[in-house]
């Protein structure tokens, strides 16, 4: 008798928290009946990356030194350095500098860490390729200057939903003039009490150093 009385307790259970758990979803399922679709048509509308986005890597030949700082620091030993002694000069002439994109990580060591500023972080995403050899950039390809989704008169730039309004889920119709949901990094520190900026500047020179 207790057994079965265990039985309907349990089954009842469950079968309340099955509605539960349908009456859940079938509230999230009609909330998103009341807006409108938020899709990007893409290649026609592109959403225009954050300030800190990670893209392809940009190349100056003209600055690099090909001292190697780039390679010594990437995780996976990636950037190719193709130098030779000058023995006049007794300095390294660089003849060829290549980053395969196909195997990167865009982890940021090289640029973080390069003495020349000679690499550079951009917002170009777009490397799909049929062969994955031609994602074998030289420094020609890597020295071409990046493609910007602002300055594409082909192209609708969208905002991303962290540059949205606050409330804004849709990026159509939103005027480039209305605030953002959040505030930019230089509006972040400017707001910092000055002696919690003054540390943090002191704690970036001592990771210079």
């Given at each position: 008798m207790?057994?079965?009385?265990?039985?309907v307790?349990?089954?009842?259970?469950?079968?309340?928290?099955?509605?539960?758990y349908?009456?859940?979803?079938?509230?999230?399922?009609?909330?998103?009946?009341?807006?409108?679709?938020?899709?990007?048509q893409?290649?026609?509308?592109?959403?225009?990356?954050?300030?800190?986005?990670?893209?392809?890597?940009?190349?100056?030949?003209?600055?690099?030194?090909?001292?190697e700082?780039?390679?010594?620091?990437?995780?996976?030993?990636?950037?190719?350095?193709?130098?030779?002694?000058?023995?006049?000069?007794?300095?390294?002439?660089l003849r060829?500098?290549?980053?395969?994109?196909?195997?990167?990580i865009?982890?940021?060591?090289?640029v973080?860490?390069?003495?020349?500023?000679?690499?550079s972080?951009?917002?170009?995403?777009?490397?799909?390729?049929f062969?994955?050899?031609?994602?074998?950039?030289?420094?020609?390809?890597?020295?071409?200057?990046?493609?910007?989704?602002t300055?594409?008169?082909a192209?609708?730039?969208?905002?991303?939903?962290?540059?949205?309004?606050?409330?804004?889920?849709?990026?159509?119709?939103v005027?480039?003039?209305?605030?953002?949901?959040?505030?930019?990094?230089?509006?972040?520190?400017?707001?910092?009490?000055?002696?919690a900026?003054?540390?943090?500047?002191?704690?970036?020179?001592?990771?210079?150093a």
């Amino acid at each position: 008798m207790f057994g079965f009385l265990k039985k309907v307790t349990d089954y009842t259970r469950d079968a309340v928290g099955a509605a539960q758990y349908m009456t859940q979803g079938l509230a999230v399922t009609f909330d998103h009946l009341r807006r409108r679709p938020v899709t990007v048509q893409y290649p026609y509308e592109k959403l225009i990356p954050s300030e800190r986005y990670r893209g392809r890597i940009h190349y100056e030949f003209d600055k690099c030194i090909a001292c190697e700082v780039c390679v010594r620091v990437c995780p996976i030993n990636l950037p190719v350095v193709d130098w030779v002694m000058n023995k006049a000069t007794k300095k390294k002439e660089l003849r060829n500098y290549s980053i395969d994109f196909g195997v990167c990580i865009f982890c940021g060591n090289c640029v973080e860490y390069c003495p020349t500023n000679c690499l550079s972080m951009t917002e170009e995403y777009e490397l799909a390729a049929f062969d994955r050899h031609s994602l074998n950039y030289d420094n020609i390809a890597l020295g071409r200057l990046p493609t910007s989704v602002t300055s594409d008169p082909a192209v609708v730039a969208l905002r991303e939903l962290a540059y949205l309004p606050k409330g804004a889920v849709d990026p159509h119709g939103v005027p480039d003039t209305a605030p953002r949901a959040g505030q930019l990094p230089e509006q972040v520190l400017a707001a910092m009490p000055e002696s919690a900026s003054a540390e943090t500047s002191t704690a970036e020179s001592q990771g210079d150093a």
